[in-house]
């Protein structure tokens, strides 16, 4: 069960691939900043099927020759730039990534809490929200995404972040924003703290660990 006060609202049928077609577009933005790339680039492990500490190539969803590009193409910036620009560089990772796993889910979902979080309690109650939720789904033998960018770009626009030195970002984003607010209804989009798709399928084969527990204490000196 839900914590007192969180909701779950179900994106089933056309609104399921309305959804997936939201993730789709949701990447390209995410796939064509500067800012994004520094990151994906640093938390990706290539050649992995477990990582402590990052995401294991295997566990992106793309297939092994993508996989192979997109580690060559993301060593630099200027790669990542032209592929995006002359030879459709996102068009594969979005489409395995992002929209048909969309389309094949049993459905998306967005978890609302009782209002827009501002304070620290506030999203470590969001937290425990989508803990729970996704162990009693684990429990049930269904399989789980998160799918975070859309309210990640939306909380941006909503506080007038500038998250982006590229002409035209803000503006997409913004666009973006209004359309999850139109798929979901704006108080759902206002007080949603995660989306994700969900559905019956094989558990993972290749996933993120957690660090072990001696990574994580604190000596006397400090040090972890």
Known sequence: ALPPGHGVHWLEGARRRAAARLMFRNAKLRLTMPEAWQVHK???EWNAR???DRIPDQALGVDAATARLMRWIMQRWQRVEFFNTWLAGTLAPRLQMDLIP??????HFVLTAPRRPQRVDDYLDAGRAMQRFWLTA????????PEMTPLIFARYVREGRVFSGTPGMQQRAEALSRQGA???????????VCMGRIGAGKPATARSLRRPLRDLLVGPSGRR
């Open 138 to 145: 684990t429990a049930q033998g269904l399989q789980l995404q």
């Open 50 to 52: 477990y990582s402590d």
């Open 182 to 192: 139109a798929l979901t209804g704006p108080a759902v989009w206002e007080t949603a």
């Open 102 to 107: 969309g389309l094949a889910c049993a459905a």
């Open 42 to 44: 640093s938390v990706i």
